[in-house]
């Protein structure tokens, strides 16, 4: 068995001390720190933030070793039963995925921070945490009996799935569904409106839970990490979730505690698809380097698909609030050029490379926004073929069911035969033209919406410069550079590229008021000046009233909806087909 115990002596210096100690059987050991961390699929390499690293015998020996790579160390343990290491863990960077300590709290995500016997991964875990008498932990594993915040999982990857907080200012309140001990802690400045919460919460979950069939384990904690600045980020675990979101006085108000909703279904959807039900590159998980897979556009994708669908079937979102969600992956899809050079399966593979920055211009396409649509016309194909007697729900419980409770991976032959068999036809065409391939969503997309009798509207997004420019910026009162430039645009044939500071336009110095200016020069050729890496150049451009851009989808029902497309929609969303 293996003993983690995490401590610290002073908070100030954001320092944790952690202490391992395993039997072992060997010569030489390999202790290994995780690369990266599941939930985000890049590498993380955090024995970066190790400073020191001591390691003993039985006997309080020291023992010597390598660093044999980044993130792995070959020590010598000849004549040795057991091996304790003492390290400590620089812990400054708050998110839902990373590991923080200050005076307020110690907040730990395992997968950062505990080292494991390359040899010894399946063997049980303790794991102490020392902290303050008066503190509280959040945490998703249970407790030792008789030991004094001590906790034990099954293995490592039950302990590095385990992240906790522990604190004397967390917020807790919980509830029952179903035999499910559901718990609420929030962490940081904020006053939650626990009745509200829980009254959402309990809706939406007893939703995923007759989605799905119902659930992956007896409690499930949401831990929300509030901070008084900006922040949007989860990490799904099979038995909680970290959420990160602020500033802390916004998180009850209407837009932003939608997110606080939409994020916190789409984590808790998690536990079924990914946690669960698994590709099988990633069946175990290998912590040691990048777990490529194509399946991303199901593990992000349909969890992006019902994190918001959950939340509209159970009637915790109106119509509105769902088609609001819905209508940001349509404007991220047709405006991202990239849908016609590089596919969703690809895309998942090369997010290895660059998943979470934009990458070269027009490169790739996104597993969340393009999984999310092709979930729904996935859906909709299988509720068209079947009568509306089966949908994407039954492939899911199909995974959950046969792959996730037999302790296996899916592949995507398997998943596509799932689909088929749900559907009861042959959907060669659709993993061709839209999971494997750039087909244009548009045709399939607008009748599956028409389907269920909804349509979009397209019109020129709000800004001149996107709308008939084509290039996308941000602006503040210091500079206004260009971020994105559309496809055999004006602004890209004219020469604008990203990363361009437009400091002028017409000779006049902005401020914080590019679009205003662009109005008001409208059909007037305009020169810009600019800043482009460390050269200033004039460029001429002419708006271009013949052609729009960036474009605005909205998602409406249409008002001449027939009988049984409002009887499509019930099925599709439990909702009645009201126009208001």
């Not at 932003?256 to 789409?266: A, F, Q, V």
């Not at 068209?384 to 492939?395: F, I, K």
């Not at 979009?456 to 260009?482: E, M, R």
């Not at 002419?542 to 909205?554: F, R």
Request: net charge negative; glycine share 6%.
């Amino acid at each position: 068995m293996a003993h983690y115990t995490l401590s610290y002596a002073n908070a100030a210096t954001q320092y944790i001390d952690v202490e391992y100690t395993s039997a072992v059987h060997t010569p030489i050991t390999e202790i290994a720190l995780p690369t990266w961390r599941p939930g985000r699929y890049e590498l993380g390499n955090f024995a970066k933030n190790i400073q020191r690293f001591e390691c003993y015998n039985e006997r309080n020996e020291l023992l010597t070793y390598q660093k044999i790579s980044k993130s792995k160390w070959a020590v010598h343990t000849n004549n040795t039963t057991q091996i304790t290491i003492k390290y400590n863990y620089y812990a400054a960077e708050l998110n839902a995925g990373s590991t923080f300590l200050n005076t307020e709290q110690l907040y730990v995500n395992p997968v950062n921070c505990c080292i494991y016997n390359t040899a010894q991964l399946n063997e049980k875990c303790t794991l102490a945490i020392h902290v303050p008498a008066h503190y509280l932990i959040a945490i998703g594993l249970p407790a030792v009996t008789n030991k004094i915040n001590t906790y034990s999982a099954i293995n490592f990857d039950a302990l590095a799935d385990s992240p906790f907080i522990a604190s004397a200012n967390l917020q807790r309140q919980l509830f029952v569904l179903d035999g499910v001990e559901i718990n609420l802690w929030f962490q940081g400045e904020c006053t939650p409106d626990f009745s509200k919460l829980i009254n959402d919460f309990f809706i939406f979950i007893n939703e995923s839970f007759v989605t799905m069939g119902g659930f992956t384990s007896t409690e499930y904690h949401f831990m929300f990490q509030i901070t008084p600045y900006f922040i949007h980020h989860g990490v799904e675990h099979l038995t909680s979730t970290v959420i990160a979101l602020g500033p802390g006085y916004s998180i009850m108000k209407k837009d932003n505690y939608n997110e606080l909703l939409g994020i916190s279904c789409h984590e808790l959807f998690h536990s079924w698809n990914v946690k669960a039900i698994r590709p099988a590159d990633m069946y175990p998980y290998n912590y040691d380097a990048e777990n490529y897979t194509k399946l991303g556009y199901v593990t992000e994708g349909i969890t992006t698909y019902y994190g918001d669908f959950l939340l509209f079937r159970s009637g915790v979102f109106t119509d509105a609030d769902y088609f609001a969600t819905f209508n940001t992956q349509l404007d991220k899809h047709f405006n991202n050029p990239a849908r016609f050079n590089m596919s969703v399966s690809n895309s998942s593979w090369d997010t290895w490379l660059d998943g979470y920055v934009p990458g070269v211009p027009n490169r790739k396409v996104s597993i969340y926004t393009e999984g999310c649509l092709c979930a729904f016309m996935l859906d909709v194909t299988i509720r068209q073929s079947t009568q509306n007697q089966h949908g994407l729900e039954h492939v899911m419980q199909h995974l959950y069911a046969n792959y996730a409770k037999q302790n296996k991976g899916y592949t995507e032959a398997d998943y596509k035969a799932v689909c088929e068999q749900v559907a009861g036809v042959n959907l060669d065409l659709f993993f061709a033209n839209y999971y494997n391939g750039t087909t244009d969503y548009m045709p399939l997309l607008t009748e599956c919406l028409m389907y269920v009798g909804l349509t979009f509207n397209i019109n020129p997004w709000g800004l001149n410069a996107d709308a008939y420019y084509g290039f996308k910026y941000t602006d503040d009162s210091t500079k206004c550079i260009v971020k994105q430039v559309y496809l055999s645009s004006n602004a890209e044939l004219a020469g604008i590229t990203v990363g361009d500071n437009i400091l002028a336009i017409n000779g006049i110095k902005l401020e914080n008021n590019l679009d205003q200016w662009l109005r008001y020069f409208d059909v007037q050729p305009i020169t810009f000046t600019i800043s482009s890496n460390g050269l200033i150049k004039t460029i001429a451009l002419q708006k271009n009233n013949a052609k729009v851009y960036y474009k605005h989808y909205s998602m409406a029902k249409l008002s001449y909806a027939s009988a049984e497309q409002k009887l499509n929609y019930k099925a599709w969303s439990k909702q009645d087909f009201i126009t208001h």
